[in-house]
């Protein structure tokens, strides 16, 4: 009852907006619509004289970068009280994982597999943000990302479309909460609709070509469910897509978005994207260019002139109807009656909790503690025993870096608030040993000075060598792509000079995307992969290396041994020659003077095999888990169905831990051919030392929907595997029919 209530009210509720929107439209002359379609930058302290004359002219709907409060009320000032008719600004900002206070980059937010988390952490960022001034996110960014030489890795929440869709809904709750017009909440934009993520070989901002089936079975899901889930905005990729870039491509603004998903919200370029048609060469310079746009139905131009300057023009021809306008006009006015701003225009900074607050780090710190994932532990060489050590050493130039730990698109981040992982283990072990610290590079490029020498001395004298390793912060994030995705500089010989101490090593990595790590694997005893943690990944990191607590984060992206693997990942196709353990062969195996020969051989590479180095899912616990007792409350499922699978999931080992139960389907035959594997769900188990817990999966006929040969969306019978288990690679089977 109270549901229907509530629909109700939010129906007339939008009704109402509508009205608003419908009155403000029939006052707005022709030049102010199109200004309410503008937004510019407003970096800086102060407010510059032309931009208040644009406000005041009615020519400037939004802007982008705002510094703080002061000026972001000092621009609403002009709009509401000096414009015509007092319409406010929306002011937007890139926070991606935080505000002054950062949480881990997106994809370690999505390796701890806890959308719950999640959300919470879009609400801190979204109050800290608030506090400034900014009534909208470009986030969350779902883009489903294969290829860890694209820089923008690291903003998205990796490879899988399930995984990407539950953490990409998660923060738009997070950012949106209940209402829009609550003082702590902000506008989200789904991001970048859509494909960016294919850009090939990981170059930033290169074109992409998507298959229709793939494009509708991979990557637009995630956005179809941050739609449905009320996202606010939709912002268009940079790339070229099929030979149309998104910010001009009909089909996927207008056939899709508004048509089949029947979207409501509003949609704007990225940065400048509307001009940079004609440098795709779709368009002969920016009337073109708004022209298609226009077309394609991009509400707002971000950082660009070209509706400014050429809708009218285009409207005087009979190119673009007045009509057209004033719908895309109309959702701008409609965020922005959502958002409040007409009645409560103004921020007062004095309304919000301190940046930095203790609620806000205690979710910056839990989140950074599950997003570690330990990638190997041989002869338990962790947890540390502070009580057993009396010499650490501790190595490395990403060790005590209150800046590069926060990691890609942090604008507005603090570093002081940072705790970085020296100062928490010194905290951490007290007196109980002596801790010797070696930074020996001075970056982790080839970038300055290198003391490789000294950290080989420091680690001689040392129980263990603590190795802070990875990237800094800048390389990664937009227009940060890497061709080889190694450790950088001289950070592998700084392994092999301290692994020839003898003395046994601990590698954490702090990186923007998963690096290849073949080279190093063998030298190192133990592997704690942190990705950017943000300001609190120092105590994440000590308490996680000293077992106070067990690592439990699951890898988002499938690791690749060598670069040449890429673009990698689990949910892939079976091919006619599928490859396996027995039919692979490597290069050095291969006789001299060997005839050409493709008899019996399968889809692998010579000199990688198959397989990644570590798999979609994986992630090592302090104990171990064992999976039994696979069970399917059916054999058969119709339509409208729910399957029922439960698994048996025992603490094997001596130490209590927790498990991140998978469950991964096969449709074995489709009208198009499918994936070998498909994540439909996965759950959190705490299991003790000894125990053995029952986990239960609930799965739907819909989730075994796709776009199938004729175009449309739906199921088609046939048979079926399940699988729960630990990681995209291992788990037990059973199978079902469709029926
Ligand atoms: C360009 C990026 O592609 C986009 O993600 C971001 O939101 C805008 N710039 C604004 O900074």
Redesign the pocket.
């Known amino acids: 009852m109270n549901k229907v209530l509530n629909r109700m009210d939010l129906q007339s509720e939008s009704n109402a907006i509508d009205q608003k929107v419908q009155d403000l439209l029939a006052r707005m002359t022709l030049a102010e619509k199109i200004g309410q379609m503008n937004q510019q930058d407003a970096t800086g302290d102060t407010v510059s004289a032309d931009m208040a004359e644009a406000i005041r002219a009615g020519r400037l709907g939004s802007v982008?970068n705002l510094s703080n409060a002061a000026v972001g009320n000092e621009l609403q000032k002009i709009a509401v009280e000096e414009s015509r008719l007092g319409i406010p600004l929306v002011a937007a900002r890139?926070v991606i994982h935080g505000f002054k206070t950062i949480q881990p980059i997106p994809l370690g937010q999505a390796a701890t597999w806890n959308p719950d988390l999640v959300q919470e952490g879009a609400r801190v960022a979204a109050l800290e943000a608030r506090k400034n001034g900014i009534h909208w996110t470009?986030a969350p960014?779902i883009d489903i990302s294969r290829d860890a030489r694209w820089g923008r890795i690291a903003e998205s929440f990796g490879e899988d479309p399930f995984l990407t869709t539950q953490m990409g809904v998660a923060m738009v709750m997070g950012f949106q909460g209940d209402d829009l017009s609550d003082n702590g909440s902000i506008a989200a934009c789904a991001?970048?609709f859509a494909g960016y993520g294919a850009s090939e070989t990981g170059r930033d901002y290169n074109t992409t070509n998507i298959p229709e089936n793939e494009l509708r079975n991979v990557y637009l899901p995630p956005f179809k469910a941050a739609a449905d889930a009320g996202v606010a905005t939709f912002?268009a990729s940079?790339s070229d897509i099929d030979g149309i870039p998104a910010s001009a491509n009909e089909f996927l603004f207008q056939q899709v978005l508004r048509g089949e998903w029947r979207y409501e919200g509003m949609t704007i370029s990225?940065?400048d994207s509307i001009r940079q048609l004609s440098d795709h060469g779709l368009t002969d310079g920016d009337r073109d260019a708004a022209h298609q746009a226009l077309i394609a139905g991009l509400d707002m131009e971000?950082a660009g002139d070209a509706y400014l300057n050429h809708i009218e023009g285009l409207i005087d021809e009979g190119l673009v109807s007045e009509h057209r306008i004033d719908q895309m006009v109309g959702n701008i006015l409609r965020l922005k009656f959502q958002l409040g701003l007409f009645e409560n225009p103004y921020t007062d900074p004095d309304d919000f909790e301190e940046y930095g607050n203790p609620a806000a780090m205690a979710v910056a710190r839990q989140m950074a503690d599950e997003s570690l994932v330990l990638l190997k532990n041989d002869n338990a060489a962790l947890p540390l025993d502070k009580q057993k050590l009396s010499d650490i050493a501790i190595i490395g130039p990403m060790a005590d870096e209150p800046y590069e730990q926060l990691g890609t698109w942090i604008f507005d981040g603090d570093p002081d608030l940072s705790i970085t992982p020296k100062s928490a283990i010194e905290a951490l072990v007290g007196n109980s040993a002596r801790l010797h610290y070696s930074r020996a590079l001075e970056c982790t490029r080839n970038c300055g000075w290198e003391d490789i020498d000294s950290a080989v001395l420091t680690a001689e004298k040392a129980d263990v060598a603590l190795l802070f390793l990875g990237e800094e912060s800048i390389l990664s994030g937009?227009a940060h792509s890497r061709a080889n995705i190694n450790l950088p500089g001289r950070q592998e010989e700084l392994i092999q000079k301290v692994k020839a101490t003898g003395t046994p090593i601990v590698a954490v990595i702090q990186a923007g995307r998963p690096l290849t790590l073949t080279n190093i694997l063998d030298d190192c005893d133990a592997v704690l992969y942190a990705w950017h943690p943000g300001s609190m990944g120092g105590p994440a990191i000590a308490d996680t290396l000293f077992g106070v607590r067990p690592p439990t984060g699951r890898l988002p992206v499938s690791f690749p041994r060598a670069v040449g693997q890429l673009p990698l990942y689990y949910n892939h196709k079976n091919t006619g020659r599928p490859a396996t353990d027995d039919t692979v062969i490597a290069i050095d195996d291969i006789p001299i003077g060997s005839t050409q020969t493709s008899l019996g051989m399968t889809a692998f590479h010579l000199d990688a095999g198959y397989r990644p180095l570590f798999p979609f899912g994986f992630g090592l616990s302090y104990t171990e888990f064992e999976y039994a007792n696979l069970t399917l409350d059916r054999p058969e499922l119709t339509d409208g169905q729910t399957l029922t699978v439960t698994v048996d999931i025992t603490n094997t080992g001596k130490r209590d831990g927790t498990e991140i139960a998978q469950l991964y389907v096969r449709d074995h035959v489709g009208s198009i051919t499918r994936p070998i594997k498909e994540l439909k769900g996965f759950q959190s188990v705490d299991v003790r030392a000894g125990e053995t817990k029952t986990a239960s999966f609930e799965l739907k006929s819909e989730q075994l929907a796709f776009y199938r040969r004729n175009k449309s969306f739906g199921t088609e019978p046939g048979k079926f595997s399940v699988w729960v288990g630990p990681n995209a690679d291992e788990g037990i089977e059973l199978q079902f029919q469709l029926i």
Do not use: P
Request: proline share 0%.
């Open positions: 982008i890139d470009f960014m991001k970048h912002m940079f990225d940065w971000m937009e």
